[in-house]
Every structure is written in structure tokens, then in C-alpha cells.
């Protein structure tokens, strides 16, 4: 296995353990303070922020790699994401 695949499941893995932790959230908050609460939001807000750009990123390697192409990227992205 390249360093590349490697690395990409392990990037992969992680994403479905964020993925796991946002599961369920609302029936913990209880456990957090005001102060703790405004840490979580603003972490949540980066996270979404970059899980949005790695959208974009996604379906611009699959138009580079040819996997989609012109009009049909609009329903490849409805399709996946």
C-alpha cells in the first residue's frame, strides 16, 4: 500500500469517527457550561467550514480524473453527497 492510500484511509477513518461523534451530540450537551459551549460552536464551525471546502475539493478530483464532466457534475455531487 502507497504512503498516499495509506494515508487516505487513515484520513478516512478519522472522518468516520468525527462523522460517530457528531452522532448523538445534542443528547450530551447537557455536560457543557456556557463557556464550553461557545468552544464546541466555534470548533464545530471549523469543522463544517473545512468539511465544505473538502467537498469542493472532492468533486474537482473527480472532474480532473474524468469520473465526471460538464453538466452531469451538478448530479454526480447530488448523488454522493
Excluded at 32 to 37: H, I, T, V
Excluded at 64 to 81: F, I, K, L, P, Y
Aim: aromatic share 2%; glycine share 10%.
Amino acid at each position: 500500500m502507497s504512503t498516499g492510500t495509506a494515508e487516505l484511509e487513515e484520513r478516512r477513518s478519522r472522518l468516520e469517527a468525527a462523522r460517530d461523534a457528531l452522532t448523538g451530540l445534542d443528547e450530551v450537551l447537557t455536560g457543557a457550561c456556557g463557556d464550553g459551549l461557545g468552544e464546541l460552536m466555534e470548533l464545530l464551525d471549523e469543522v463544517a467550514a473545512r468539511a465544505s471546502a473538502a467537498r469542493v475539493v472532492v468533486a474537482l478530483e473527480a472532474v480532473r480524473r474524468g469520473e465526471v464532466a460538464g453538466s452531469a457534475t451538478h448530479a454526480w455531487v447530488r448523488q454522493h453527497a
